[in-house]
């Protein structure tokens, strides 16, 4: 009888510590973007989409994430029909700023590492 009375509130205990923890936590949603192609599409295809031109949305991601870009292509990720730009920063760190084609907003950075292209710090 005991036991089972130790068991509730050890339970009750987490209970009152666990939920406002995950009441409290935030879920990162990805960005939606104002083109979401809603079937396979060529990638010839993706310029006839966009809403603005490859020279306004590298403004824009210069204006958001200054220094040089060494990469840059127009893509559907995510479902959002995007230009994605990797900028070398002057301390050297490579940071890719997803620019929404339709108009252009930014849609999330992320900080790539040595090698791997996997996300890391993703906004």
């Known amino acids: 009888m005991k036991l089972c009375k130790l068991s509730a509130l050890v339970r009750t205990a ?3 510590v666990a939920l406002p923890v995950l009441a409290s936590a ?3 949603k ?12 060529q990638a010839a295809d993706l310029p006839a989409l966009a809403k603005i031109s490859f020279g306004d ?13 060494i990469k840059a292509e127009l893509e559907v990720e995510d479902g959002n029909l995007m230009y ?9 760190t490579i940071i890719e700023v997803e620019i929404d084609a339709g108009n252009g ?14 996300n890391k710090g993703k906004k």
Do not use: C, N, W, Y
């Not at 949305?57 to 870009?69: R, T």
């Not at 994605?84 to 050297?92: G, N």
């Not at 907003?105 to 996997?118: A, F, I, R, Y």
């Open 14 to 16: 987490f209970l009152a």
């Open 26 to 28: 935030k879920v990162e």
């Open 30 to 41: 990805a960005a939606t973007g104002s083109i979401r192609p809603t079937h396979k599409i």
């Open 57 to 69: 949305a590298m403004k824009a991601a210069l204006a958001a994430l200054p220094g040089k870009i």
């Open 84 to 92: 994605s730009f990797e900028i070398v920063r002057t301390d050297k």
């Open 105 to 118: 907003q930014v849609l999330g950075t992320e900080q790539e590492t040595t090698g791997d292209e996997t």
